[in-house]
């Protein structure tokens, strides 16, 4: 099993910053990706952004590219979202999640419980 953690959520401004950290812990050779997923309200959970431990790919949702960053330290085993010119649309509370190379196909094996980001206009 692998435990995820996640901090850092609250509320920013629009056109601010944070940063979510996601502390693993557990049988973390299990998963060869590690990922931040989101869920507006009344809407359904979507991938925000992925990265491979390896660290020679990341892959992110359309909406976020240019604003956001993951990124991750194999050695704390911690992984990063920092994420920038934040819109009201980026609330959410957000998921951090690990798994296999195949996690497009077959989703994430594991989740953190969330941190909630409000971003007010």
């Known amino acids: 099993q692998v435990q995820l953690v996640e901090s850092g959520g609250g509320l920013a401004r629009a056109g601010g910053s944070l940063r979510l950290s996601c502390a693993a812990s557990?049988?973390?050779?299990?998963?060869?990706?590690m990922g931040w997923y989101r869920q507006a309200p009344g809407k359904g959970r979507e991938m925000v952004a992925v990265i491979r431990w390896a660290g020679d790919y990341t892959y992110y949702e359309e909406a976020v590219k240019g604003r956001f960053t993951i990124s991750g330290d194999g050695a704390k085993n911690m992984v990063y979202l920092q994420m920038n010119s934040l819109k009201p649309d980026d609330t959410a509370t957000y998921y951090c999640?690990?798994?296999?190379?195949?996690?497009?196909?077959?989703?994430?094996?594991?989740w953190g419980k969330g941190t909630l980001v409000t971003v007010s206009s």
């Open positions: 999640s690990a798994g296999g190379l195949n996690w497009y196909s077959l989703g994430m094996d594991y």
């Open positions: 557990g049988r973390t050779y299990r998963s060869e990706v």
